[in-house]
């Protein structure tokens, strides 16, 4: 068998193979530190609430059912109360997928994104089992890369009984597994840029469920959010409307409080409602205000309210004097 003749290297060809294995070896190093650093920037860059947890200021916000790309509500908010909203609310169904880009843009546009997930389509006993982590994970991780604060309320109203996850179908010790379940899920992943808001109703004829019982604990819970109206069942004023529930919270949570959906019904009294409305929050030391500027029936009913800001010039001048006279108007990104 012929046999392939073996030249002997020489030393410039021995230090071009040196240079050039010093030179990947190099940049092989520099590219597994690049990628490091990288991913550390990556982590190092991912939005941190935590310096929005105790806002100094009271905010301004308003609610809709309609997607964070749908802009109109803020626009409309903003010509009607005088100034653009900090908190934008929406509603998300349980199994969508999160909207980055979404909410990015509302960010941009100076409003904190609020969701609010409704898990109407399973029940909470099976997310607190784990039936919907490979859901719950995705979620995390979609929320994660989002490059901004999302205030984030999970199945909201949890004590009213129109709820299909409320008092006449689940229990609450079923709440507070899912909400912990949510919560570990989120933690796991590595989430830090998520307000977490607890969201029952106001205690009221409707909703006579004590509160404690699905409370998840401090630490689970950033902002108690509470949601209740001025309408025709219980909104006559302040003291009878929010307070009570403000008192009952305040015996086992000291976290802030955001009143996280409210409105007040086209009515002779709604100018007064609305006077009532800021007044009383602004005593009580609230973080802010969300308001449901729409049409719909009453919960748990048939009746059509008129929430918007807009129903009568009366309501209209009221929210924005008394918004501005009690210092509601807080823009989170400067805290």
């Known amino acids: 068998m012929a046999t392939a003749r073996r030249n002997r290297p020489t030393v410039a060809a021995v230090l071009m193979v040196a240079v050039a294995f ?40 308003v609610v809709d ?6 802009y109109g509500i803020v626009t409309t908010f903003t010509k009607e109360a005088g100034r653009a909203p900090d908190i934008r609310e929406y509603y998300s169904s349980w199994g969508d997928d999160f909207d980055a880009e979404g909410n990015a843009f509302l960010w941009r546009h100076g409003q904190l994104p609020m969701m609010a997930l409704v898990p109407s389509d399973t029940s909470l006993a099976d997310i607190a089992k784990g039936t919907a982590d490979a859901y719950i994970r995705r ?25 299909s996850w409320g008092p006449r179908h689940a229990e609450p010790a079923d709440f ?7 919560h570990d899920v989120f933690t796991a ?68 409080v955001l009143i996280a959906e409210t409105g007040v019904a086209q009515g002779a009294d709604k100018a007064a409602h609305i006077r009532d409305l800021f007044q009383g929050a602004a ?4 973080i802010g205000l969300v308001w449901y500027d729409q049409r719909k029936d009453w919960p748990g009913g048939d009746q059509l309210m008129d929430w918007r800001i807009g129903t009568s010039t009366g309501a209209l001048a009221a929210f924005q004097v008394e918004s501005g006279r009690s210092g509601f108007g807080h823009p989170f990104r400067n805290d």
């Open 139 to 163: 979620l995390a991780g979609q929320v994660a890369a989002y490059d901004g604060p999302l205030a984030l309320s999970f199945a909201g109203e949890m004590n009213g009984p129109w709820n």
């Open 189 to 256: 992943q590595g989430v830090t840029n998520v307000i977490w808001v607890w969201t029952p109703h106001v205690v009221d004829s409707g909703t006579t469920a004590a509160l404690r019982p699905y409370y998840p604990g401090d630490a689970y819970v950033d902002w108690v959010g509470l949601i209740g109206y001025y309408g025709p069942i219980d909104g006559v004023a302040f003291s009878s409307l929010f307070t009570p529930t403000l008192r009952q919270v305040a015996d086992f949570s000291g976290k802030p």
């Open 176 to 182: 507070v597994a899912a909400w912990k379940r949510v």
């Open 65 to 70: 059912d309609k997607t964070p790309w749908q």
């Open 283 to 286: 005593k009580a030391g609230v």
């Open 22 to 61: 010093l030179a990947g070896a190099c940049g092989d190093a520099g590219s597994e530190g690049g990628a490091k650093s990288g991913t550390a920037a990556t982590e190092a860059a991912r939005f941190q609430v935590s310096s929005m947890l105790r806002p100094s200021g009271r905010a301004l916000g």
